[in-house]
């Protein structure tokens, strides 16, 4: 009976049915755009796949490119959604969603681009993808993104210096600082890795090649975008409810479920690293992509070339901060993780049904950090919430622990707002969901009193 009721009041999912939408227009434009870039980027790597595999990796690229360019035109032309056939470990999973969806297609239609949920159809075309290179197997670890992953890293070196600095002089002085100037820091080092989700992967970025270009002086400006701030909740959490004043650290495992590589991982990186040498935190785990994702998500193996990289970098912070993340991996206080489940077209509510170990995994954790739009989306079921819903009621039962989201807004959901603040918005700035230049801080727990 209840149930019935919580599923009734459900809002629809979003969708390109809506035409003029935003899902719309990603469908439409975006997807076969970046279609259309994964099989330039294949095409132009024919010779390192000669190289390495011969004639049969030339075949191979021939034969990717082809199911990605009928991948292209059935997208565009609106055709089903057809069950994956390359048989790896998510495989079936992923044909049971497709049933699932079919279940809840009006008139027993099949589910197809423009009519199905935006989050399931988005998440199968990177999935379709994969199962591309899967079918031919010279190349099935070919990362199609690496190379835009690879650049956006490089080109943020300057805001990755000048954070990287700010880290090593803040963790020689660490043992001073009072509470408040802890609490200080803490907000700072949040709302970095917060900006760090900015769709152009660099705070700083316009700035050219001030050396003063550091991610941390920009921070008092970005403030007003915050449209909730639950950073205190967060404090909270990490300090044992003691405010600041009182000196009781949680020492607890937090969890990072991650979202780009580049800048953006640079961020969870330098912000992990203070949570465990400031004591809040005595361990942390760090979750990402067992596929490449969305363009620019972090898979395991773009997290290590990231801390290398840093590692081998030709700035004295730099490379001591690199230094200090493979001591913390090596010596277990960090840990890396991923699970199919990330990579799953899945709500996070369905998570203790579909994926009961990963939530059983994240019921260990006392805080979880969800970075970025997808998860946010994921959180909330991308569903077309009233803004002043409760971001508790969204969640929908996901609750394995204290569980944060740091998020810019680039997708038209957003819950938990204060009455009349999203049409304010909406009438002043228009584009204010998708933009990147809104974020959020947000926070639930299953242990809140309020
Ligand atoms: O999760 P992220 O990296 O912050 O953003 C992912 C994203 O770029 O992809 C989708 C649009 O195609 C949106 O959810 C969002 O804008
Ligand atoms: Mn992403």
Redesign the pocket.
Known sequence: MANQVVLRSVPQSLSAKFVGSFAYL?VKD?LPTILTKVIDTIHRNKDKFFEEHGEEGVQAEKRAISLLSKLRNELQTDKPVLALTDNVVDTDMWNQYLQRQQALMDDNEPPSWFKSPWLYV?CYMYRKIQESLHLNPPICDFDVFKEAKTKSFFESQQPIMAICTYLQELNKNMDDLSETQLLEHFLKLLQVSLWG?K?DLSISAGQDNSQKASPVDSLEDLKPFILVDDSNLVWSVLTNGKIPGGSSKLQGRVDIVL??AGFELVTDLIFADFLVSSGLASKVCFHGKSMPW?V??TTKEDFHWTIRQTLAANHKWMSKSGAQWQCYLKDGTWSYYDHSFWTLPHEFCDMAADAPDLYATLQKSDLIFFK????Y?KLTSDRDWGHTEPFEKALRGFQPASLCSL??L??NVQVGLQPGQGENLTAQEPTWM?SGKYAVVQFSSPHREQ
């Open positions: 990603t975006r988005e989700n769709c979202d780009n969305f620019s998500d970025g739009d997808l998860n989306r998020r810019t680039k997708a998708t």
